[in-house]
């Protein structure tokens, strides 16, 4: 895991332009985000032993993440991306787990996607939501999907395709969308800058496709 400095249109990134790096640590998902708002982005690395840490910028003058939080996935995370969906202005952390033991387990320990809410009393991240329906959560993404000013969470699985859960005064509700088959990867953008976030998918073997959101057409 490395992090790269951003020298511009003439340098680029180079190996001299690494900033951070954590060695020897295999990594399954990142995602950067200033969840708690202080001003600095922390991040968020998977790692395959079922630990995702959250790392904070230390108070050095080097770019230096230490690590802050831990959480124990229950199984290895595949896909994670953060959202403040409660609205409080702290981002949750929303990721997909797989469970190499199929759903033969407990409900609660299934192949899933789970979100993550960090609470400031306890000074530590709790599950706060999770569901089942899915067994292999490849790819999430946030965005107000209905416009309505709270995030929706879509959820792409492999052969399975996708499904958006509609963000209902904190009942996440599954609605079932026609995404193809191998859906392996997904991602918001106002692409027609109309307003509303558009849909791109990317398969697995398949035709990449974006998707027009017809609620401003
Ligand atoms: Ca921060
Ligand atoms: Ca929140
Ligand atoms: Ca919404
Ligand atoms: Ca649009």
């Known amino acids: 895991m490395v992090i790269y400095l951003n020298e511009g249109e003439t340098q680029g990134f180079s190996s001299k332009t690494v900033v951070w790096s954590q060695p020897n640590q295999p990594c ?7 969840f708690d708002q202080d001003g600095y982005l922390d991040l968020a690395l998977a790692y395959p032993n079922e630990d995702i840490g959250i790392f904070q910028l230390g108070t050095s003058s080097n770019i230096d993440y230490e690590l802050a939080y831990e959480i124990d996935s229950d199984h290895p995370v595949v896909s994670l991306t953060w959202g403040d969906w409660s609205g409080d202005g702290v981002s949750e952390l929303a990721v997909g787990r797989v469970n190499p033991d199929g759903n033969n387990d407990n409900t609660a320990k299934r192949s899933t996607v ?5 609470s400031a009393v306890n000074q530590e991240f709790a599950t706060t939501w ?20 709270d995030f929706e ?3 792409s699985s492999g052969q399975e395709g996708g499904i958006v859960y509609e963000n209902a005064n904190g009942s996440p509700a599954p609605v079932s969308i026609p995404l193809p088959p191998n859906t392996s990867s997904v991602t918001w953008g106002d692409y027609d800058q109309d307003g509303d976030p558009d849909l791109a998918v990317g398969v697995d073997g398949g035709a990449n496709e974006v998707y027009n959101n017809n609620l401003n057409p």
């Not at 789970?114 to 960090?118: E, L, N, Q, S």
């Not at 089942?132 to 946030?142: D, E, I, M, N, Y």
Request: hydrophobic share 45%; net charge negative; glycine share 0%.
């Open 28 to 34: 399954t998902a990142l995602a950067w985000s200033d």
């Open 130 to 149: 999770h569901d089942s329906t899915l067994s292999h959560p490849t790819s999430l993404a946030w965005a107000d999907w209905d416009l309505d000013n």
């Open 153 to 155: 969470l879509i959820v």
């Open 114 to 118: 789970a979100v993550y809410h960090y």
